[in-house]
């Protein structure tokens, strides 16, 4: 039970965080408007370690606040597939919770905004250029670096990991993915992350939204999904654990 506490409020943590810059950089009348790729990829690697600490601490050892990351630490062994179910759902719970704060803190800056694809970019991710194989392999790459550098750099190789370590090292791994592979698809690589929020758009009364694009939606579900079991084939054959 602490484990899916944990995992439920990390995974809004790093919601309001995340989809808390996107809203700073992108609503009308923000002070923080138009702040850039790189603001934008450097609070989500906060928001990743401030989550992963905030689940840590609620007792969720692993802190993963991703699907993805709890399936390919699945396939090794660390949960069952009911754990995985379970986790995954509570993830995607947070990630609604979230984002549902982040609507609240920017309450009268939604009507101030007429840019309806910008207001749901915060919630949720969508392709610079609209071609959904092309989508799907972007975010599999992303996703299989994300997974493949987690194995490499807490490997039993490398070594012990001084404790409090690991939600920093974490944060930078976010952080670089988000600047080398995120501008093709927003670098979603997680389905609680998209998912999640994508359902408090639809679901808020938010000023003047428009759709909430789920002909796109279940790239960033499954895409996660494939590269982090494409992470764990890798991972065994080079025998990487």
């Given amino acids: 039970m602490d484990n899916l506490l944990g995992e439920f409020f990390g995974t809004m943590v790093l919601m309001v965080f995340g989809c808390g810059v996107c809203a700073c950089n992108t609503l009308a009348k923000s002070k923080g408007q ?10 989500w690697g906060f928001a990743v370690m401030l989550g992963v600490f905030t689940a840590t601490t609620l007792g969720a050892p692993q802190g993963d606040l991703n699907p993805a990351v709890t399936l390919g630490k699945t396939l090794i062994g660390i949960y069952t597939i009911p754990q995985f179910l379970a986790t995954a ?6 990630g609604i919770c979230g984002a549902a704060v982040v609507w609240l803190a ?5 009507a101030e905004t007429e840019d309806q694809a910008a207001k749901l970019g915060i919630f949720c991710t969508a392709p610079a250029i609209r071609n ?5 392999l972007c975010e599999v790459i992303a996703t299989f670096f994300l997974m493949f550098a987690i194995w490499m750099i807490f490997s039993k190789q490398v070594g012990v990991i001084p404790v409090g370590m ?5 944060g930078v791994l976010i952080w670089a993915l988000g600047l080398s592979l995120g501008g093709p698809t927003g670098y979603a690589m997680n389905p609680a992350r998209d998912l999640g ?10 000023a003047g939204k428009g759709g909430s694009d789920w002909s796109y939606a279940w790239i960033p579900v499954a895409a996660p999904l494939v590269g982090a079991c494409a992470a764990y084939v890798v991972s065994v054959v080079i025998h990487a654990f």
Avoid at 89 to 94: F, K, M, N, R, T
Avoid at 132 to 136: G, H, S, T
Avoid at 166 to 170: C, L, M, Q, S
Avoid at 197 to 206: C, G, S, T, V, Y
């Fill in 34 to 43: 138009n702040g850039g790729w790189i603001c934008i990829t450097t609070a």
């Fill in 89 to 94: 759902a509570v993830q995607i719970l947070g």
């Fill in 106 to 110: 920017y309450l009268p800056h939604w």
């Fill in 132 to 136: 959904y194989p092309l989508n799907f």
């Fill in 166 to 170: 690991g939600p920093y090292i974490v």
């Fill in 197 to 206: 929020p994508r359902i408090a758009h639809a679901i808020l009364p938010i």
